[in-house]
Structures are given as C-alpha cells and as structure tokens.
C-alpha cells in the first residue's frame, strides 16, 4: 500500500464510488495480510518505500505460491529469491508475465514498471563462480528499478580485465563487490573509485575459505575507505542497500 492507494482509497469513500462494505474488507487487510501460513506487511512500501520480497529457501512450493497470490492479486510487483523452477512453472500459470532467472534463482513479476535511474549500479565479480549471487544480486537491483552494469570475472588474479573497465566502473553511482576466495576485490576496487562499495562475500573457494568466512572476514578488515559489507552470499541485500543509494 502507498501514499497514493491511501489517497485513492479516502477519495472513493468521499465521492460515494466505494460502499461502507468495500471500505470494510478494505481495511480488514491493514496493516497486514493474514492468509494462514503468512502474515503479508501490505504497509511496507509505505514505510520503506518497496514492498514485502518473498524468501523462497525453507518454504514450501505451496506456500510460495500463497503468498505470491496474496501479492500479486494487488497488483502488486512480486520478487521471490532463492527459489527454483518448479515455483516458477506454478507462478506463470497464474502470473504469464513472470520472469525466471534460473542462474540467480530469482523470479519476479511485474504489473507496474518503474523508469530506471539516470545513475548506475556497478556489480562486479572476481569470478565466473560467483555467478550465482551475481545473479541474484542483478536481478533484485533492475527490480526495484536501478539502471545495473555487470562487470564480471575481473579478480585479482589478473589485474588487467579490471583496469580495463575502470572508467565505466568509476561512473557508477554505488559499485558492489562480489568475491569468494580471499576476497581481495572489494578493497582493490575501494582503492581505485571514489564510489561506495558494497562487499559480497560468496561461499566459492576451498577448504580454508570456510564456505565464505575467510572473505568475509577480509572485507570487514579492509583497510581501503568506503567499504561496507553485507553477509554471505547475500546478494539481495546488497543490491537493495545499493539502490537506496542510488535513488538519493
């Protein structure tokens, strides 16, 4: 529920064009939605801005698909990540339009389409092994409606690709870092731009690297300015803290 919807809602009460009934059932699904196995925060994209996302790792097929309904019979956006494709084959029945990114396991649906921003969000990767949270990473980033420029495989390990889009990488409004292994690419990264750097560190590498830990730990002992970091392979959380600031 927005600004707007609320307006709109007042208005039609107003003018006579909703019944004391409609303006009941209306209200009865505020400030959430209880649908049973969820309870839908249909206030959140008035306080936050962005609507409730749905985290589809742990849930059942079923329970996604209720909760994706609740939503979607709003007309609301839905962006549902760690999901698979199963989900998705039930979504596009009942929403055609739905999009499946099978690599970043993400599926959104879209009823109202946002101009993107005149600035960019850089994402860049040390490897083709951090695909996944890329992935993920991008698609959450166009979804709530940022123009994204990914830059991938530029790792450490050969300096060169990264010098190579430099230029377009220090026109970027917010650059995330996306990393596994050591994790040295978010602190070489904050040396080079004057942008704020979001770190991801992935759970890619060998045994030392802990599934993650050993670049996290990296990250969060940077000694380059600017750098923040978000959790192991979370890929949603940077992209969403990245478009607050690049919608400022």
Same mark, same amino acid.
């Given at each position: 529920m927005s600004e707007t919807e609320i307006l709109e809602f007042i208005a039609g009460i107003k003018n006579?064009?909703? /019944? &004391? @009934?409609? +303006? =009941?059932?209306? =209200?009865?699904?505020? !400030? #959430?939605?209880?649908?049973?196995?969820a309870k839908i925060d249909t206030q959140r994209a008035l306080r936050n801005g962005t609507g409730e996302v749905i985290y589809g790792a742990n849930k059942t097929d079923d329970e996604i698909l209720q909760i994706a309904s609740a939503i979607g019979e709003k007309n609301e956006n839905i962006l549902i990540t760690r999901t698979n494709e199963s989900v998705f084959k039930r979504i596009r029945e009942i929403f !055609? @339009?739905?999009?499946?990114?099978?690599r970043g396991r993400v599926i959104s649906v879209?009823?109202? &389409? @946002?101009? =993107?921003?005149?600035?960019?969000? +850089?994402?860049v990767s040390a490897g083709t092994a951090d695909g996944?949270? %890329? &992935? &993920?990473?991008?698609?959450? +980033?166009? #979804?709530l409606g940022n123009d994204v420029r990914k830059f991938t495989d530029v790792g450490v390990a050969g300096l060169h690709r990264l010098v190579a889009k430099l230029d377009e990488i220090r026109g970027a409004k917010v650059v995330i870092a996306v990393a596994g292994m050591e994790g040295a690419l978010a602190s070489v990264l904050a040396g080079?731009? /004057?942008? !704020? %750097?979001?770190?991801? !560190?992935?759970?890619?590498?060998?045994?030392?690297? #802990?599934?993650?830990v050993?670049?996290? =730990? +990296?990250?969060?002992?940077?000694?380059?300015?600017? %750098? /923040?970091v978000v959790n192991i392979d979370n890929g949603y959380g940077a992209a969403y803290n990245a478009s607050l600031i690049n919608h400022l």
């Open positions: 006579g064009k909703m /019944s &004391e @009934q409609d +303006a =009941l059932k209306y =209200l009865k699904n505020y !400030p #959430f939605n209880d649908i049973g196995c !055609p @339009q739905a999009n499946f990114n099978a879209k009823f109202k &389409e @946002q101009a =993107l921003t005149k600035s960019y969000i +850089a994402i996944a949270v %890329v &992935e &993920e990473t991008y698609e959450t +980033a166009k #979804f080079l731009v /004057s942008s !704020p %750097v979001i770190a991801v !560190p992935t759970s890619v590498g060998y045994g030392a690297n #802990f599934g993650g050993a670049a996290l =730990l +990296a990250m969060l002992n940077s000694c380059a300015n600017g %750098v /923040s």
